[in-house]
């Protein structure tokens, strides 16, 4: 029976799960919402967050005096000290309770500093959470303009094939009509078995790509899954922010950037939490406590009376001072001033990377800009010239092999039309997405 339910239950998640992947298509911000709410990396970003939450409530709590209580009970058999200094054999109890506290009062300004560097790593680990956001958001989009990409060429892959096995009809009719040799029968063939190939190799690529997608989307299987294709219009003609200018924005706004900076602030308070070390520190503490006796030899007190007759208080203070410590002090603050030093090396090298980055897409922006604007006048001849070859073709001044060649060569350069304009596209939403701007399409 529990074996039954076991099944149901699964067969049940799994129907959830595969009517989720068929209710597309997916737009790209649905792909980045559900990677933002699914993602094993986010979420164990996130339970750093948490970690650091719990870090700074603990750093919070040093400030609060400590309280510890305490019981005793101890028994004693045999020959033993009386109360009238003398020995004599003897049976004795002893019971004690003890309450305490204790309460810091200046530790060198190791408990402030340690609150506030307990503030830096939570905002430091918030940021990181930030950047793995934006990673995912960056990931999913490229992998959603590899899909438009694959199914653009599969549309061409399976229009070539369509249009090979019409021609070599067309061919097997003049053969028959004794207008063409069986060799350009067999050429055809061969040309249309080509064709088919390229398409499963482009069904293929686009399986692949699907795959890589609902992976990151953390859904179990591709079976279904399809996106929504955007209204794309001329990205040649959008005007690009120079890369000091989208820098200029981004070092203000980058978590990434965010993170470095605030390590620095940590690893700069850490130095004067070290040097706190070289400075006394002062603990007030306290105690109440009363205790109960018994000896089989002789009469004792009641508990209550014993309790109240034994009640005792203690107040005291401690200091400490710090005199030699083997230079452990010394070398924790060098250690300190060296994590400081190598911090702020990290944070100029967060901005030196990321001012790579911006100025990497800003020229394959550029560049996909002037090809997306050059592979359509190339599109545009390669059509013209397929057209005249085709109308040659039909009157018979022209070969099947011109005009498979012509065909060919417009198809290739419409697929490059088309994979320069999805990556125009992208490579100037990123630009964008530097900027602060979402991924959009």
């Known amino acids: ?40 990396t986010i979420r164990q970003s996130a339970l750093t967050v948490e970690q650091r939450e719990v870090d700074l409530n603990t750093a919070q709590g040093r400030r609060l005096p400590t309280v510890s209580g305490s019981a005793s009970e101890s028994l004693s058999f045999g020959r033993g000290l009386t109360a009238d200094n003398t020995y004599s054999n003897s049976n004795t109890t002893s019971t004690s309770f003890n309450l305490g506290a204790s309460m810091p009062i200046f530790q060198g300004f190791d408990i402030t500093n340690g609150i506030k560097v307990g503030k830096l790593n939570l905002a430091a680990a918030t940021a990181d ?147 706190g070390a070289y400075l006394p520190s002062l603990t007030v503490n306290g105690g109440i406590g009363s205790n109960f ?9 009641p508990f209550g ?47 030196k990377a990321l001012y790579k980055e911006i100025q990497q897409a800003y020229y394959n922006a550029v560049t996909a800009q002037a090809r997306y604007a050059g592979s359509r006048e190339s599109a545009q001849s390669a059509r013209q010239h397929y057209e005249l070859t085709e109308e040659k073709y039909t009157v018979g001044k022209a070969g099947v092999a011109d005009y498979n060649d012509a065909r060919n060569s417009w198809l290739r350069a419409e697929s490059d039309h088309i994979q320069a304009r999805f990556q125009c596209l992208y490579q100037i939403k990123l630009l964008d997405f530097y900027r602060g701007l979402d991924l959009q399409f």
């Not at 039954?4 to 068929?22: D, H, V």
């Not at 653009?152 to 061919?171: G, K, T, W, Y």
């Not at 006796?293 to 007190?301: D, E, R």
């Open 1 to 40: 029976m529990a074996m039954n339910k076991m099944i149901l239950t699964l067969a049940a998640l799994a129907c959830c799960l595969s009517a989720r992947a068929q209710q597309g298509p997916w737009s790209l911000q649905d792909c980045i919402d559900h990677a933002l709410e699914h993602s094993l």
């Open 293 to 301: 006796y018994t000896n089989s030899v002789m009469k004792s007190a």
């Open 305 to 351: 009376e014993q309790m109240k007759n034994n009640f005792g208080q203690s107040l005291g203070m401690s200091l400490s001072i710090p005199i030699f410590q083997g230079f452990a002090t010394r070398n924790r603050v060098r250690t300190a001033q060296l994590s400081y030093e190598g911090q702020q090396i990290q944070l100029e090298n967060v901005k």
């Open 129 to 275: 959470l930030e950047k793995a956001r934006d990673d995912i958001r960056v990931a999913v989009a490229q992998a959603y303009v590899q899909i438009l990409y694959n199914q653009e060429l599969l549309r061409v892959a399976h229009e070539q094939a369509e249009h090979d096995a019409e021609l070599l009809e067309q061919i097997r009719e003049r053969l028959a009509a004794g207008k063409v040799s069986a060799a350009e029968v067999s050429a055809q063939q061969a040309t249309l078995a080509q064709s088919r190939q390229s398409e499963i190799q482009a069904e293929g690529n686009l399986r692949i790509s699907i795959l890589e997608l609902t992976q990151l989307l953390e859904i179990p299987s591709p079976e279904g899954f399809s996106i929504v294709v955007p209204e794309v219009g001329d990205p040649s003609q959008t005007l690009l922010m120079r890369p000091e200018a989208i820098y200029e924005e981004a070092v203000a706004i980058r978590p990434a950037v965010e993170a470095a900076r605030i390590n620095v602030d940590a690893a700069e308070l850490a130095i004067a939490r070290a040097k």
